[in-house]
């Protein structure tokens, strides 16, 4: 291979796979005591005080946990849930299937009906932002299973990945921490789509738009990886962007990203400085045009830079991107379609998430170590 073709294919694989991490893809107040404090004050109260069988008994708490049929482990979580919830006082959990054409977020809305404490989205990124959608600007909180590719907004908030039984103590007894959330518009009188994480039009959409299910199946990230490297060398786009009220440039970029929050797989920060409840959206505008520029690009983002030469991130509360012809354009991972328009606006403090407490975290920890395994 020439030295040209080695450059092309590491940026291909570095650029694509940053982009295959999206596809899945502080205020804070103590929501309840840890579990072990629960036990010890249970069984003290109990010991000092005896309660006649007549008298009445105080409601127990009930978490609804809305699920994704699809997805692998279901058995074993629900198993897990109920054994949990037994153990820490609460009722046996109201498990709710998702549909094909419902994602959540009716489910979500019957929880809350039926008087759910807390409301657990159980799958990937797609089933987090449909609960997210009817829970935002309400007092439930809303714990998270990670089940999914991606789970970017677990990964975010420190929430445990491949442990049912902490994500399900997180969730009961975690700390409620009071996030923003943002809205995206692909035209301007459209509909709002609600996202935690990311949404963003071009390069990145372009790729996951473009990899097969039977090619994800197969390859896994690779699939990516390929998919990415074919677009790698495509022409740029000419946009006009606005940030909040300042006035219209005009840029020839690839890829515009939006993020609530930057962190991806890997910890890698795909948008270095977003702060997930600091009332602002952080946009990733990406203009290279040649291998040599993605190799910026890529060490911008490696070195945590809001300022590159073909990548810069500004920070605003909306943006709106005027595009010379239609893109793709993706949200939290799942690819929307194809428009001219984008418009996307942070909404501060929108939502309540049970992430985990600073005992929770050591116990995690600590756990993980005598496990021998990482989160």
């Given at each position: ?266 910890g890698i920060e795909l948008i270095p400085g977003a702060v997930i409840d600091d009332g602002h959206l ?43 012809k239609e893109l793709d354009v993706q949200v939290d991972g799942d690819v929307l379609g194809e428009t ?21 975290e050591r116990n995690i920890r600590l756990d993980s170590l005598s496990l021998g395994i990482g989160r």
């Amino acid at each position: 291979m020439t030295l040209t073709a080695w450059i092309v294919l590491a940026v291909a694989v570095v650029v694509a796979f940053v982009v295959g991490y999206l596809v899945g893809g502080t205020r804070s107040k103590s929501a309840r005591p840890a579990p072990q404090e629960a036990e010890q004050t249970t069984a003290a109260t109990t010991s000092a005080v005896e309660t006649p069988d007549t008298a009445p008994q105080p409601p127990r708490r009930r978490a609804a946990i809305i699920y994704n049929p699809t997805k692998n482990e279901m058995d074993t979580l629900k198993s897990v849930a109920t054994t949990v919830c037994r153990n820490e006082g609460w009722d046996e959990p109201l498990f709710i299937e998702t549909t094909k054409d419902d994602p959540g977020t009716s489910m979500a809305h019957e929880a809350r009906e039926k008087g759910a404490e807390v409301v657990i989205a159980a799958g990937g990124d797609g089933t987090v932002r449909a609960i997210a959608e009817a829970l935002a600007d309400t007092d439930v909180p809303m714990g998270i299973i990670p089940m999914g590719t991606g789970n970017l907004l677990a990964r975010n908030l420190s929430i445990p990945l491949n442990r049912f039984e902490w994500a399900m103590r997180v969730a009961l007894w975690g700390q409620d921490r009071v996030i923003d959330a943002a809205r995206l518009r692909t035209s301007p009188d459209g509909e709002d789509t609600l996202f935690t994480v990311m949404a963003g039009i071009g390069y990145d959409a372009t790729v996951m738009s473009n990899t097969s299910e039977d090619a994800k199946s197969r390859m896994g990230w690779w699939a990516y990886v390929r998919q990415g490297s074919r677009q790698l060398l495509g022409k740029p786009t000419e946009v006009r962007i606005q940030f909040d009220d300042g006035e219209e440039e005009t840029r020839k970029i690839r890829s515009i990203l939006g993020g609530n929050c930057g962190k991806v797989q890997g910890g890698i920060e795909l948008i270095p400085g977003a702060v997930i409840d600091d009332g602002h959206l952080d946009v990733l505008t990406v203009t290279p045009r040649n291998v040599a520029e993605w190799v910026s690009v890529v060490t911008s983002i490696a070195g945590r830079s809001r300022k590159g030469m073909h990548a810069d991130v500004t920070k605003c509360a909306a943006v709106k991107v005027r595009t010379e012809k239609e893109l793709d354009v993706q949200v939290d991972g799942d690819v929307l379609g194809e428009t001219d328009y984008l418009e996307l606006s942070v909404l501060p403090n929108a939502l309540t998430v049970r992430t985990p407490s600073p005992e929770q975290e050591r116990n995690i920890r600590l756990d993980s170590l005598s496990l021998g395994i990482g989160r």
